[in-house]
Antibody, heavy 124, light 112 residues
Framework: QVQLVQSGAEVMQPGASVKVSCQAS????????MHWVRQAPGQGLEWMGW????????NYAQKFQGRVTMTRDTSISTAYIELNRLRSDDTAVYYC?????????????????WGQGTLVTVSS | QSVLTQPPSVSGAPGQRVTISCTGS?????????VHWYQQLPGTAPKLLIY???NRPSGVSARFSGSKSGTSASLAITGLQAEDEADYYC????????????FGGGTKLTVL
């Protein structure tokens, strides 16, 4: 079965960078787009962008452009999101979520499997 | 605020039917982009409930159904059960700003 396992919680200082990982199993990692979605405490879901694990192509939400980088390591079936210049309002649970669309075509922008989430707390 | 608009809360008694609306615009739902729905139980990751406006993934109860018309979509839940108490999110694609995923603000369903 498809599983997405994320790295553990992080506590970061304002202005720092954080990198969260998402290791996939149960399917061929390079066959499906991977998205990142975050959820601030008590708030709704916010889409951040996607990476095509096959080509390494990315598409970031305009809000995060210049501050976010999505990468992958196909040898260990793992996707990463790095967020720079952290602020207190970046405190959130960060989820990876698998797109149902094949990486050989366009993403379908809906997500059939999610990681367990990684809490990133930004505090001085 | 969110690109897609949902009511903050809805409620219903066990056995009743409730609907949750999701209103968008001409660059997302109105542009014929599909709407998807997720259920999020407290402290857990979202779960896909409806995809492609009306389709249920395998394992999702037939008590959940989706519809779409114009710039809006709806999720209906029939035969309400206590276990349905959760947050529900609609989601679509927005073709403005080089394309992006967009979510509704979420609706808290309370089973009375």
């Amino acid at each position: 079965q498809v599983q997405l396992v994320q790295s553990g919680a992080e506590v970061m200082q304002p202005g720092a960078s954080v990198k969260v990982s998402c290791q996939a199993s149960g399917y061929t990692f390079t066959d499906y787009y991977m998205h990142w979605v975050r959820q601030a405490p008590g708030q709704g879901l916010e889409w951040m962008g996607w990476i095509n694990p096959n080509s390494a192509g990315t598409n970031y939400a305009q809000k995060f452009q210049g501050r976010v980088t999505m990468t992958r390591d196909t040898s260990i079936s793992t996707a990463y999101i790095e967020l720079n210049r952290l602020r207190s309002d970046d405190t959130a649970v960060y989820y990876c979520a698998r797109d149902t669309g094949s990486s050989s075509g366009a993403p379908l922008y809906y997500f059939d499997s999610w990681g367990q989430g990684t809490l990133v707390t930004v505090s001085s | 605020q969110s690109v897609l608009t949902q009511p903050p809360s809805v409620s219903g008694a066990p056995g009743q039917r409730v609907t949750i609306s999701c209103t968008g615009s001409s660059s997302n739902i109105g542009a014929r982009h599909d709407v998807h729905w997720y259920q999020q139980l407290p402290g857990t990751a979202p779960k896909l409930l409806i995809y492609g406006n009306i389709n249920r993934p395998s394992g999702v109860s037939a008590r959940f159904s989706g519809s779409k018309s114009g710039t809006s979509a709806s999720l209906a839940i029939t035969g309400l059960q206590a276990e349905d108490e959760a947050d529900y999110y609609c989601q679509s694609y927005d073709s403005s700003l080089s394309g992006s995923g967009v979510f509704g603000g979420g609706t808290k369903l309370t089973v009375l």
